[in-house]
């Protein structure tokens, strides 16, 4: 069960934070059922592909019902924040997430997987080559094992990359009350590589290297900090984007140890 609900959780954060371009993030944002019924779409089919190892009618049925809840909540995040005041963003981002996160997890009882579907695994291990395949359909021991840190690592990494993207967003949102500035598609992509370099580093134990990561930094924006607003925003998105890997890497450390 462990595996299908990490394989669900990965399927909903590359759903959620990967494949959800902004052209429909704004329909959706705009109420338009487009938008909604898009980004519905992607998440049944990243559902389904991820636990159909499972067996085809599991996936067909836990994907129905995990992207009907999915959707309802998509509804309801839509109309509450036509009614709270935009400083609640990031409760309302924070409170739907958990909810999605519950709908993906109390789901899988409704299923209770025991084990991935051998005629599945082995239909897959005549494509792809490899052992890790095989020794999974033969339930060799260590090869459960390696599956669930693979997928924890990859959960990890999505999250804090892509996922934290929003909610850095959100939370200088809150606490500046100022959007994101002109060039804010550049400056995701500088965080999320930001990100993926501090949170690999802090998981390697290179802790020293850090300092080198936030002074380079510091220094390519040296003449825009003499802006008290800027230095104020680019302070508080740099210590959010260093907080959220520096921490997410001690997780990614003690997990990889175990």
């Not at 036509?82 to 997890?105: I, N, S, Y």
Request: hydrophobic share 55%; net charge positive; no cysteine.
């Amino acid at each position: 069960m462990r595996d299908f609900f990490l394989l669900a959780l990965l399927a909903h954060l590359v759903g959620d934070f990967v494949l959800q371009p902004a052209a429909i993030n704004n329909r959706k944002e705009q109420g338009k059922v487009s938008g909604f019924l898009l980004h519905s779409l992607v998440v049944f089919l990243l559902t389904f592909l991820a636990v159909h190892w499972y067996g085809l009618l599991t996936a067909l049925l836990y994907g129905l019902l995990v992207t009907a809840a999915h959707l309802l909540l998509d509804l309801g995040k839509y109309f509450a924040g036509r009614r709270v005041k935009p400083g609640t963003e990031l409760f309302l981002f924070l409170t739907d997430q958990l909810f999605h996160l519950a709908v993906v997890f109390f789901s899988i009882y409704r299923f209770v997987p025991v084990a991935p579907d051998p005629g599945i695994l082995g239909f897959y291990s005549q494509i792809f080559p490899g052992d890790a395949i095989p020794a999974l359909a033969a339930g060799l021991p260590g090869a459960e094992e390696g599956l669930t840190r693979g997928l924890q690592v990859a959960v990890i990494y999505t999250a804090a990359l892509f996922g934290g993207a929003i909610l850095i967003q959100k939370i200088l949102y809150w606490l500046t009350g100022k959007t994101s500035p002109a060039d804010s598609r550049m400056g995701r992509a500088v965080g999320i590589l930001e990100r993926l370099i501090l949170l690999t580093l802090v998981a390697a134990e290179s802790l020293p290297a850090l300092g080198f990561i936030l002074a380079a930094k510091s220094i390519a924006r040296y003449q825009e900090l003499n802006n008290r607003d800027f230095a104020e925003y680019y302070l508080v998105g740099t210590l959010a984007s260093f907080s959220l890997a520096f921490f997410t890497g001690l997780w990614l450390r003690t997990i990889l140890k175990m």
